[in-house]
Protein backbone atom coordinates (compact mmCIF):
# COMPACT_ATOMS: atom_id res chain seq x y z
CA UNK A 1 0.00 0.00 0.00
CA UNK A 2 0.94 4.20 -0.27
CA UNK A 3 2.02 3.98 -3.88
CA UNK A 4 2.41 7.21 -5.04
CA UNK A 5 3.28 7.29 -9.17
CA UNK A 6 4.65 10.88 -11.16
CA UNK A 7 4.51 11.33 -14.67
CA UNK A 8 5.90 11.30 -16.84
CA UNK A 9 9.50 10.13 -15.37
CA UNK A 10 11.63 12.12 -17.03
CA UNK A 11 11.15 15.19 -19.36
CA UNK A 12 13.13 17.05 -21.67
CA UNK A 13 12.36 20.52 -23.41
CA UNK A 14 13.53 23.65 -25.26
CA UNK A 15 13.47 26.66 -23.10
CA UNK A 16 10.76 29.09 -22.71
CA UNK A 17 8.39 26.02 -22.50
CA UNK A 18 5.75 24.81 -19.96
CA UNK A 19 6.46 21.42 -18.17
CA UNK A 20 3.32 19.46 -16.16
CA UNK A 21 4.40 16.93 -13.91
CA UNK A 22 1.85 14.43 -12.86
CA UNK A 23 1.25 13.30 -9.20
CA UNK A 24 -0.74 10.30 -8.13
CA UNK A 25 -2.03 8.58 -4.58
CA UNK A 26 -2.65 5.20 -6.32
CA UNK A 27 -4.01 3.65 -2.54
CA UNK A 28 -5.03 6.07 -0.71
CA UNK A 29 -6.48 9.50 -0.09
CA UNK A 30 -3.98 12.61 0.23
CA UNK A 31 -5.39 15.63 1.49
CA UNK A 32 -1.88 17.15 1.13
CA UNK A 33 0.63 16.50 -1.03
CA UNK A 34 4.45 18.04 -1.32
CA UNK A 35 6.62 19.11 -4.11
CA UNK A 36 10.35 18.82 -4.21
CA UNK A 37 13.02 19.76 -5.75
CA UNK A 38 16.77 17.67 -5.27
CA UNK A 39 19.91 18.82 -7.31
CA UNK A 40 22.81 16.28 -7.75
CA UNK A 41 24.57 15.36 -4.44
CA UNK A 42 22.11 18.08 -2.30
CA UNK A 43 19.16 17.55 0.03
CA UNK A 44 15.76 17.59 -0.51
CA UNK A 45 13.92 20.82 -0.39
CA UNK A 46 10.83 21.38 -0.03
CA UNK A 47 9.26 23.83 -2.76
CA UNK A 48 5.62 23.74 -1.56
CA UNK A 49 2.78 21.95 -0.01
CA UNK A 50 0.04 21.46 -1.87
CA UNK A 51 -3.85 21.49 -0.30
CA UNK A 52 -6.67 19.52 -1.71
CA UNK A 53 -9.29 22.22 -3.27
CA UNK A 54 -6.84 25.20 -1.39
CA UNK A 55 -4.23 27.25 -2.64
CA UNK A 56 -0.74 25.65 -2.70
CA UNK A 57 1.75 26.97 0.13
CA UNK A 58 4.92 27.90 -1.63
CA UNK A 59 8.39 27.86 0.67
CA UNK A 60 9.90 31.09 0.71
CA UNK A 61 12.27 31.89 -2.52
CA UNK A 62 10.03 29.81 -5.08
CA UNK A 63 8.23 31.40 -7.37
CA UNK A 64 4.16 30.66 -7.28
CA UNK A 65 4.03 32.27 -10.82
CA UNK A 66 6.97 29.95 -12.32
CA UNK A 67 5.52 27.10 -10.41
CA UNK A 68 2.00 26.53 -11.08
CA UNK A 69 0.40 23.52 -8.57
CA UNK A 70 -2.78 22.67 -9.00
CA UNK A 71 -4.64 20.03 -6.53
CA UNK A 72 -7.86 18.95 -8.07
CA UNK A 73 -8.66 16.14 -6.32
CA UNK A 74 -8.10 13.58 -3.27
CA UNK A 75 -5.37 11.90 -5.41
CA UNK A 76 -3.73 14.28 -8.06
CA UNK A 77 -1.39 17.09 -7.51
CA UNK A 78 0.19 18.70 -10.99
CA UNK A 79 3.35 20.57 -11.04
CA UNK A 80 3.67 23.07 -13.82
CA UNK A 81 6.91 24.53 -14.08
CA UNK A 82 6.49 27.64 -16.54
CA UNK A 83 8.56 29.69 -19.38
CA UNK A 84 11.25 26.76 -18.25
CA UNK A 85 14.93 27.78 -18.17
CA UNK A 86 18.19 25.67 -18.36
CA UNK A 87 18.78 26.35 -14.69
CA UNK A 88 15.23 24.59 -13.79
CA UNK A 89 16.59 21.67 -14.71
CA UNK A 90 16.26 19.14 -11.32
CA UNK A 91 15.18 16.28 -10.29
CA UNK A 92 11.09 16.85 -9.40
CA UNK A 93 10.01 15.02 -5.82
CA UNK A 94 6.32 14.65 -4.68
CA UNK A 95 5.10 13.03 -1.99
CA UNK A 96 1.88 12.52 -0.22
CA UNK A 97 1.02 11.98 3.49
CA UNK A 98 -1.77 9.70 4.49
CA UNK A 99 -4.15 11.95 5.60
CA UNK A 100 -2.94 11.94 9.39
CA UNK A 101 -2.82 8.39 9.97
CA UNK A 102 0.40 8.15 10.53
CA UNK A 103 3.17 11.12 10.32
CA UNK A 104 4.86 9.56 6.97
CA UNK A 105 5.23 11.35 3.91
CA UNK A 106 5.50 8.48 0.66
CA UNK A 107 7.64 9.18 -2.29
CA UNK A 108 6.92 8.86 -5.58
CA UNK A 109 9.37 8.11 -8.12
CA UNK A 110 10.74 11.33 -9.16
CA UNK A 111 10.51 13.15 -12.25
CA UNK A 112 14.22 14.18 -13.94
CA UNK A 113 13.89 17.82 -16.33
CA UNK A 114 15.88 18.75 -18.19
CA UNK A 115 15.60 22.43 -20.03
CA UNK A 116 17.76 22.79 -23.12
CA UNK B 1 17.04 28.70 11.50
CA UNK B 2 16.99 24.91 11.20
CA UNK B 3 19.97 22.39 10.40
CA UNK B 4 20.45 18.79 10.40
CA UNK B 5 23.61 17.19 9.49
CA UNK B 6 24.59 13.81 7.94
CA UNK B 7 28.43 13.50 8.25
CA UNK B 8 29.44 11.33 6.25
CA UNK B 9 28.81 11.92 2.87
CA UNK B 10 30.21 8.39 1.93
CA UNK B 11 30.73 4.97 4.08
CA UNK B 12 32.41 2.02 2.47
CA UNK B 13 31.65 -1.50 4.75
CA UNK B 14 32.12 -4.82 4.37
CA UNK B 15 29.06 -7.16 4.07
CA UNK B 16 27.96 -9.02 7.59
CA UNK B 17 29.04 -6.11 9.28
CA UNK B 18 26.85 -3.30 11.20
CA UNK B 19 26.37 0.19 9.15
CA UNK B 20 26.40 3.20 11.79
CA UNK B 21 25.00 6.00 9.88
CA UNK B 22 24.90 9.51 11.92
CA UNK B 23 22.46 12.72 11.86
CA UNK B 24 22.50 15.77 14.15
CA UNK B 25 20.33 18.37 14.51
CA UNK B 26 20.45 22.01 15.55
CA UNK B 27 18.21 25.04 16.90
CA UNK B 28 14.97 22.91 17.16
CA UNK B 29 13.57 20.26 18.94
CA UNK B 30 11.75 18.07 16.59
CA UNK B 31 8.24 15.86 17.49
CA UNK B 32 9.81 12.79 15.75
CA UNK B 33 12.52 11.74 13.46
CA UNK B 34 12.38 9.79 10.25
CA UNK B 35 14.83 7.75 8.19
CA UNK B 36 14.93 7.13 3.94
CA UNK B 37 16.48 5.07 1.42
CA UNK B 38 17.26 6.88 -1.67
CA UNK B 39 18.47 4.90 -4.67
CA UNK B 40 19.64 6.90 -7.62
CA UNK B 41 17.02 8.43 -9.90
CA UNK B 42 14.16 7.08 -7.30
CA UNK B 43 12.28 9.24 -5.11
CA UNK B 44 13.20 8.42 -1.41
CA UNK B 45 11.53 5.04 0.56
CA UNK B 46 10.08 5.62 3.88
CA UNK B 47 12.12 3.21 6.68
CA UNK B 48 11.46 4.37 10.22
CA UNK B 49 9.94 6.85 12.43
CA UNK B 50 10.98 7.56 15.77
CA UNK B 51 8.80 10.22 17.69
CA UNK B 52 10.95 12.19 20.22
CA UNK B 53 9.47 10.02 22.99
CA UNK B 54 10.85 7.26 21.51
CA UNK B 55 14.76 6.17 22.65
CA UNK B 56 14.82 3.08 19.85
CA UNK B 57 13.00 1.33 17.16
CA UNK B 58 13.45 -1.21 15.13
CA UNK B 59 12.20 -3.27 12.11
CA UNK B 60 13.91 -6.36 10.88
CA UNK B 61 17.48 -5.33 10.41
CA UNK B 62 17.46 -1.77 10.62
CA UNK B 63 17.75 -0.06 14.13
CA UNK B 64 17.30 3.89 14.90
CA UNK B 65 17.83 5.54 18.08
CA UNK B 66 17.01 8.98 18.88
CA UNK B 67 18.84 10.85 21.65
CA UNK B 68 16.96 14.45 22.15
CA UNK B 69 20.03 15.42 24.87
CA UNK B 70 22.81 15.02 22.03
CA UNK B 71 20.60 15.98 19.26
CA UNK B 72 21.21 13.18 17.74
CA UNK B 73 20.11 10.19 15.64
CA UNK B 74 21.66 7.15 14.88
CA UNK B 75 20.55 4.72 12.16
CA UNK B 76 22.16 1.23 12.19
CA UNK B 77 21.80 -1.41 9.41
CA UNK B 78 23.40 -4.77 11.16
CA UNK B 79 24.43 -8.13 9.04
CA UNK B 80 24.47 -5.44 5.82
CA UNK B 81 24.33 -6.39 2.72
CA UNK B 82 25.27 -5.42 -0.96
CA UNK B 83 21.44 -5.26 -1.48
CA UNK B 84 21.44 -2.26 1.02
CA UNK B 85 23.97 0.08 -0.90
CA UNK B 86 21.96 3.00 -0.84
CA UNK B 87 21.86 6.59 -0.17
CA UNK B 88 19.95 7.43 3.21
CA UNK B 89 18.37 10.20 4.57
CA UNK B 90 17.68 11.47 7.85
CA UNK B 91 14.59 14.05 7.87
CA UNK B 92 12.97 15.88 10.96
CA UNK B 93 10.30 18.00 10.99
CA UNK B 94 10.29 21.43 12.60
CA UNK B 95 6.69 22.34 12.95
CA UNK B 96 3.48 20.86 13.33
CA UNK B 97 1.87 19.87 10.15
CA UNK B 98 3.26 16.87 8.56
CA UNK B 99 4.72 18.58 5.43
CA UNK B 100 7.34 20.34 7.66
CA UNK B 101 10.27 17.96 7.11
CA UNK B 102 13.33 19.11 6.61
CA UNK B 103 16.01 16.55 4.79
CA UNK B 104 20.03 16.08 5.71
CA UNK B 105 22.05 15.83 2.06
CA UNK B 106 22.09 11.96 3.14
CA UNK B 107 24.83 9.25 3.51
CA UNK B 108 26.09 7.02 0.55
CA UNK B 109 26.41 3.52 1.86
CA UNK B 110 28.30 1.16 -0.01
CA UNK B 111 28.42 -2.06 1.23
CA UNK B 112 31.47 -4.29 -0.53
CA UNK B 113 30.75 -8.42 -0.86
Known amino acids: GAVVSQHPSWVICKSGTSVKIECRSL??????MFWYRQFPKQSLMLMAT?????????EQGVEKDKFLINHASLTLSTLTVTSAHPEDSSFYIC????????????FGPGTRLTVL | SQKIEQNSEALNIQEGKTATLTCNYT??????LQWYRQDPGRGPVFLLL?????KEKRKERLKVTFDTTLKQSLFHITASQPADSATYLC????????????FGKGTKLSVKP
Open chain 1, 50 to 58: SNEGSKATY
Open chain 2, 27 to 32: NYSPAY
Open chain 1, 27 to 32: DFQATT
Open chain 1, 95 to 106: SASDSGVTDTQY
Open chain 2, 91 to 102: ALNYGGSQGNLI
Open chain 2, 50 to 54: IRENE
